[in-house]
């Protein structure tokens, strides 16, 4: 990162790996989100093809600027064709502790099996547990997750079983938010 002036310069590069034998078709949906307020501020999407067994560049951005790079977190998601999300990730300005990460607004709801989550600003770490130390036989489709404003974010826990669901996020000052 270079200053310049009040703006502030940035390269970013954005990979995809496919381990798989065949290339693979995908849509590439990039944004760029104030962390502290919210606010989606820039956004790329294109489709790409990541080729078999490696990794390719999917995009690049040789001269980004912004007034405040370290309020900017770069959202990635990845999806087919048909909608389905392949992966998504997410890349926060270093290091963490200088961020505020107070009034997240993040709410869940737990339907059966599935939990839904979202939140009106980014969020770092959304890590998943239930009350109580028995979490046998259960088993998170994600877990350790970032969420961004916006998205509905839906994890499968498989023998959930009615357990009361906690949640928690990187520099949550309150401790874990439970739904009864």
């Known amino acids: 990162m270079k200053g310049t002036g009040k703006q502030r310069n940035a390269r970013f590069e954005v990979w995809g790996v496919n381990s798989t034998l065949d290339s ?3 849509n590439l949906t990039i944004e760029f989100y104030s962390i502290s307020s ?12 990541l080729l078999p067994n490696q990794s390719t560049e999917v995009w690049s951005e040789t001269d980004y600027s912004s007034p405040d790079l370290l309020d900017t977190v770069i959202s990635v998601l990845y999806s ?14 270093r290091p963490l502790k200088y961020i505020d ?16 989550i979202t939140a009106d ?15 046998s036989e259960l088993e998170w489709s994600d ?12 994890v499968t826990a498989k023998g959930l ?5 906690k949640v928690n996020w990187y520099g949550n000052d309150f401790g874990s938010s439970i739904l009864e």
């Open 80 to 93: 087919l064709p048909n909608g389905e999300t392949m992966r998504s990730a997410a890349n926060w300005p």
């Open 143 to 154: 877990n350790g997750l970032d969420v961004m404003p916006g998205d509905m974010v839906k």
């Open 161 to 165: 079983n009615g357990r009361t669901v």
């Open 101 to 116: 990460f107070s009034n997240r607004e993040l709410t869940f709801t737990v339907n059966g099996e599935e939990v839904s």
């Open 24 to 26: 693979v078709d995908v």
């Open 38 to 49: 919210g606010a989606r501020v820039s956004h790329v999407e294109q489709s790409t093809s």
């Open 121 to 135: 600003k980014p969020v770092r770490g959304v890590i998943l547990d239930i009350a109580g130390d028995d979490d």
